[in-house]
Structures are given as structure tokens and as C-alpha cells.
């Protein structure tokens, strides 16, 4: 199993310019998700999904558009980008949906590093 | 206000010898607290789980504790290997949300 795939690895944007994340799980998982990983902060959860159609805002969503047409994938649109947003992002997923899923750990990518100039 | 806190921050250690990572939280109700092991360049891992009724839980080489009446936890890494250099980052789930620490960067010299 692939797991989670993420792509690209590594993004260099100019400010303004738009882009999209690719995330894609093959564990048939319903619950997915889109961290940020700054430097002496702990992982921040941008946007989430429960399933198919369903998704919601996390802690920091500003700037950021997610969308989820299939069980497998969950893209994360970056709309304007800015330098606020040079950061490392990770998708992760997990088996069930909350509340029934806590005990579930989460599976991550291994991110795509995003650098705004 | 919900918040993990690790230490120390970051932590070398010579290869063979034995270390004790630290996590305090502050998080209410209390689920469940995870330890992920995160190496460079690549996503987090699980390493172990800990419940509320779970004292120790080791996972060959790795023990975690927890204390949830000073609400302290502990990952004990015994016989380091080069392997183990990483960042082990501890979460702690509760009421619907997970709150993640910081993080200790652990490097292991030969």
C-alpha cells in the first residue's frame, strides 16, 4: 500500500500566483485532513473532511480551499498566495470519523514543502 | 486553554546510551495522548497510544508513560540507535480536537 501520497514535494510560488496541493489515500479512509508545520509550532489543522462531500474548517483555513469529490482524494487550493504561507503541509488520514475514530492514528504524507517569495 | 508542551526542546545523545523525552498538557476532557516519531523530510509516524487507564506501554526499544493526574507523559528511548534521530511530537486528543506539541528534535552521534 502507498498510503498517502502527496504532490509535489517541493513548490516555489510567487505572491498572488494560486496552486493546488495534490493529496490521494488508498487505505479507504473516511477521515482526511490538511496540517501546516511551521518552525516552534506544533502541526496546524487548515481544513478536514469526514467523508465525501463534507468537509469544514480547521484552526487556521484563511487563504485556503479544500474540496472532496471521492473517498480517495482531498486537494488543498491555495487561492492568492503569500509569504504568510511558506510553510511544510501535510495531509493526513483516518480510519472512521470522529467522535468514534480517536483511538485511530492519524497517517501522514510526507509533505510538500511550499515556499512563497 | 488547551496546550502540550515538550521538553526539552532539542536533545544529542552518543549512540548506545538512553533518553527520556517529556510531554505536560493541559487539555480537558482527556481522550487518548499519541507519540509520532518524525523524521527528516517525511511525515509523522505513531508510535504508541496511551489511555487514560494506561500507566506503561512499550513498543520494543520505546516506553511511554503516563500520569493522568499530574497529566504528564514520558517516552523513554533505551540502546539508541542512529536511526532513532527524528522528532518525536506528542498529541493529546480531547474533546473532538487534537492538540499537538512542539516537538523534541532528538540527535543521536555515533
Known amino acids: 500500500n502507498a498510503g498517502v501520497t502527496q504532490t509535489p514535494k517541493f513548490q516555489v510560488l510567487k505572491t498572488g500566483q494560486s496552486m493546488t496541493l495534490q493529496c490521494a489515500q488508498d487505505?479507504?479512509?473516511?477521515?482526511m485532513s490538511w496540517y501546516r508545520q511551521d518552525p516552534g509550532m506544533g502541526l496546524r489543522l487548515i481544513h478536514y473532511?469526514?467523508?465525501?462531500?463534507?468537509?469544514d474548517q480547521g484552526e487556521v483555513p484563511n487563504g485556503y480551499n479544500v474540496s472532496r469529490s471521492t473517498t480517495e482524494d482531498f486537494p488543498l487550493r491555495l487561492l492568492s498566495a503569500a509569504p504568510s504561507q511558506t510553510s511544510v503541509y501535510f495531509c493526513?488520514?483516518?480510519?472512521?470519523?470522529?467522535?468514534?475514530?480517536?483511538?485511530?492514528?492519524?497517517?501522514f504524507g510526507n509533505g510538500t514543502r511550499l515556499t512563497v517569495t | 486553554k488547551n496546550q502540550v508542551e515538550q521538553s526539552p526542546q532539542s536533545l544529542i545523545i552518543l549512540e548506545g546510551k538512553n533518553c527520556t523525552l517529556q510531554?505536560?498538557?493541559?487539555?480537558?476532557?482527556?481522550?487518548?495522548l499519541r507519540w509520532y516519531k518524525q523524521d527528516t523530510g517525511r511525515g509523522p509516524v505513531s508510535l504508541t497510544i496511551?489511555?487514560?487507564?494506561?500507566n506503561t506501554k512499550s513498543n520494543g526499544r520505546y516506553t511511554a508513560t503516563l500520569d493522568a493526574d499530574t497529566k504528564q507523559s514520558s517516552l523513554h528511548i533505551t540502546a539508541s540507535q542512529l536511526s532513532d534521530s527524528a522528532s518525536y511530537i506528542c498529541?493529546?486528543?480531547?474533546?473532538?480536537?487534537?492538540?499537538f506539541g512542539t516537538g523534541t528534535r532528538l540527535t543521536i552521534i555515533p
Open positions: 510531554c505536560n498538557y493541559t487539555v480537558s476532557p482527556f481522550s487518548n
Open positions: 496511551m489511555t487514560f487507564s494506561e
Open positions: 473532511s469526514v467523508g465525501a462531500g463534507i468537509t
Open positions: 498529541v493529546v486528543s480531547g474533546s473532538k480536537k487534537l492538540t
Open positions: 493526513a488520514s483516518r480510519e472512521g470519523v470522529p467522535m468514534s475514530s480517536y483511538n485511530s492514528p492519524l497517517h
Open positions: 487505505m479507504n479512509h473516511e477521515y
